[in-house]
């Protein structure tokens, strides 16, 4: 199993991809958000993942730069099913409010040939709390954040060989939250900066944490391994190094900062 990072940046960043990600198993994908527009079909032809080969896609939430790119999926696969190059159904699960979003606005933006394929053949489905799914052979179980800004679903994922991944979204971890996330052997928690940087980019403020904070979090959590994603793009230059040096000071696993399209493995 593998997780490539198609985005690492938050929503408003221009030098990287918006954060969304792909679970490789053999040649078959599935994915995770699509951040906020076509961008996320270069991702996909960048890090070599055909459309036909993604099986799936779950949804976090309703914001642009997580839901938007799941319209210009829609379209591709509405055109894959329509040249009679994918002929399974292509279920996208996210919770009722998202569903209703991306409905509308497949509605009002996809041309008749398209949209005929939306409930024929790729199909919206909503989830709710505690529901759990099959996908790339693993057990998929999802839970309520407890966003303070918009309804956000994260989940847990046991992986074929039994570890447990958690992804926590894209705001800071409420131990109110039925996550789970404890023991955890891979976590994938947002940092919108560092602690050094909070009075630059002002990050609880926007209900967001830092490096330093995820790493706390993940310590207390008694994770393995910590990946630190949706954070600010100006300073990608010393990102990788500086974020995993900061949350090291407080977790004493292995920390990861992809940069856009990196592969980790399992």
């Not at 032809?45 to 839901?67: C, K, Q, V, Y």
């Not at 939306?118 to 954040?145: K, T, Y």
Request: glycine letters at 8%.
């Amino acid at each position: 199993m593998e997780l490539i990072l198609l985005g690492t940046g938050n929503a408003m960043v221009t030098k990287c991809y918006n954060t969304c990600f792909a679970f490789r198993s053999g040649v078959a994908h599935y994915l995770v958000d699509a951040g906020g527009g076509n961008g996320i079909l270069r991702q996909l032809e960048l890090a070599e993942i055909p459309a036909e080969s993604i099986e799936g896609m779950f949804i976090t939430h309703g914001h642009t730069d997580h839901i938007l790119g799941a319209v210009w999926i829609v379209r591709k696969m509405a055109e894959l099913m329509k040249r009679g190059t994918c002929t399974g159904e292509f279920v996208i699960r996210c919770h009722d409010e998202a569903a209703q979003m991306l409905n509308k606005f497949c509605e009002m933006t996809l041309a008749p040939a398209q949209l005929r394929y939306v409930g024929n053949g790729i199909r919206i489905q909503p989830v709710a709390a505690g529901e759990e799914f099959d996908a790339l052979g693993m057990r998929i179980r999802v839970f309520d954040i407890l966003s303070t800004k918009a309804k956000q679903f994260g989940f847990s994922a046991l992986l074929p060989d039994g570890k447990q991944l958690t992804c926590l979204g894209d705001e800071p971890y409420n131990p109110a939250a039925d996550a789970r996330a404890e023991g955890s052997d891979w976590l994938l928690s947002e940092a919108f900066c560092l602690y050094a940087d909070r009075e630059r980019f002002h990050p609880y403020e926007k209900h967001h944490s830092t490096a330093l904070d995820a790493g706390r979090m993940a310590e207390s959590l008694g994770v393995k391994n910590l990946v630190l994603y949706h954070t600010e793009d100006k300073t990608l230059a010393t990102r990788k190094e500086r974020y995993a040096d900061e949350a090291r000071v407080a977790f004493s696993g292995r920390v990861f900062v992809p940069d856009d399209l990196e592969r980790i493995a399992l």
